[in-house]
C-alpha cells in the first residue's frame, strides 16, 4: 500500500510539475501575441498622419469658387504648414512605440532586444512641434531611453515584468496622445473638409442653371467624395479605439507583473488581442 501511496504521490507531484512548465510556457506566448498585434496595428499610423496635411490642402482648394481655375500650391501649402511640419515627428513617436512592442515581443521570446536608431533623436525634434503635448514627447524620451538600456545592457526575459512595470504610464500617456490626433483632431478636420466641400457643390449646383446632366454629375461627384471622407473618419475611429485597447492591455500587463496568473492573463490578454486584430481589419477596409 505504500508503495501504491508513494506512486500516487511522486505522479501528483510530477503532473503539478509539468502543469507549471506548461504555465510558464503560456504565459510568454500570451505576451508574444499581444506584443507583436499591438506592434503591427501601431505599425499602420503612417496614412492617417499623412492624410491631416493633405486634410487641410483639400480644404484649402475646396474654399474657393468652383469657378476659379488658378489656385496656387503655394499658397495652399503654405497655410498647411503647420500640419505637414508635424508629420515627421508623428510618425517618429508612433516609431518609437512600435519599436518598444517589437522589444517586448522579443523579451517575452528570450531574445535579445534591437531597435531602429532612427528613432534616437524623434524626441527633441517633437519638443518644437507646437501641436504635441509636452508630457508625450517625455513619453517618447522614456520608451526610447528604455530601448537604448534594454540594447546597452542585453536585456533578457527575466526583464520582462520590469520592463512592463516601468514603461506603462508612458506608453498610456503616448497612446492617449496619439489616438487623439487620429480619433478626434483629424476627424475634426475632416468633417470641416466636409463642410467646406458640401459648400462649394451648393455654389456649383447654383450654376448649373436647370441644365439636369450637369446636375446629376455633380450629385455624383459629391456622393463619390462624401463616401471617401466618410471612410477616412470610420478608420480614424477605429485606429483610437485600436490604441485604446493596445493601452489597456499593457496596463493588464503591468498590472500582474510579478504575479501574473497565465490562465487569467492569457483570458484577458486574448480578449485585448482579439480586438484589436477586429478593429485593424476594420481599418484597413477603409483604407485610405
Not at 508629420?87 to 532586444?113: I, Q, R, W
Not at 542585453?154 to 520590469?162: C, F, H, I, S, T
Request: charged residues 25%.
Amino acid at each position: 500500500m505504500l508503495r501504491v501511496r508513494d506512486a500516487a504521490r511522486t505522479l501528483g507531484a510530477i503532473a503539478v510539475a509539468l502543469a507549471l512548465s506548461l504555465t510558464g510556457c503560456a504565459l510568454p506566448d500570451a505576451i508574444r501575441q499581444f506584443a507583436t498585434t499591438a506592434r503591427d496595428s501601431t505599425a499602420q499610423f503612417a496614412p492617417f498622419v499623412q492624410d491631416i496635411a493633405d486634410s487641410c490642402e483639400r480644404r484649402k482648394l475646396a474654399e474657393h469658387p468652383a469657378t476659379e481655375i488658378a489656385i496656387s500650391d503655394d499658397a495652399v501649402k503654405a497655410a498647411c504648414k503647420e500640419d505637414s511640419d508635424l508629420t515627421p515627428g508623428l510618425l517618429g513617436a508612433m516609431k518609437v512605440l512600435t519599436n518598444y512592442f517589437n522589444a517586448l515581443n522579443s523579451l517575452a521570446s528570450d531574445e535579445v532586444v534591437t531597435y531602429d536608431k532612427e528613432i534616437d533623436g524623434v524626441a527633441s525634434k517633437l519638443q518644437t512641434a507646437a501641436k504635441f503635448p509636452a508630457p508625450a514627447t517625455d513619453a517618447v524620451k522614456g520608451l526610447a531611453k528604455f530601448l537604448a538600456d534594454a540594447v546597452a545592457s542585453g536585456y533578457q526575459r527575466k526583464k520582462l515584468a520590469d520592463a512592463v512595470k516601468a514603461a506603462d504610464k508612458d506608453v498610456a500617456t503616448l497612446t492617449d496622445a496619439l489616438g487623439r490626433i487620429v480619433g478626434v483632431d483629424y476627424v475634426r478636420d475632416l468633417d470641416n473638409e466636409l463642410d467646406t466641400l458640401k459648400n462649394r457643390y451648393i455654389d456649383a449646383m447654383r450654376t448649373t442653371k436647370g441644365d439636369d446632366a450637369v446636375a446629376l454629375l455633380l450629385q455624383r461627384h459629391w456622393r463619390s467624395d462624401l463616401a471617401a471622407l466618410q471612410k477616412r473618419r470610420a478608420a480614424a475611429v477605429d485606429f483610437q479605439k485600436a490604441l485604446e485597447k493596445v493601452r489597456d492591455g499593457h496596463h493588464e500587463l503591468a498590472s500582474r507583473a510579478g504575479q501574473w496568473s497565465a490562465e487569467d492573463l492569457i483570458k484577458e490578454l486574448g480578449s485585448y488581442t482579439a480586438s484589436i486584430q477586429s478593429l485593424v481589419k476594420s481599418f484597413q477596409a477603409a483604407a485610405l
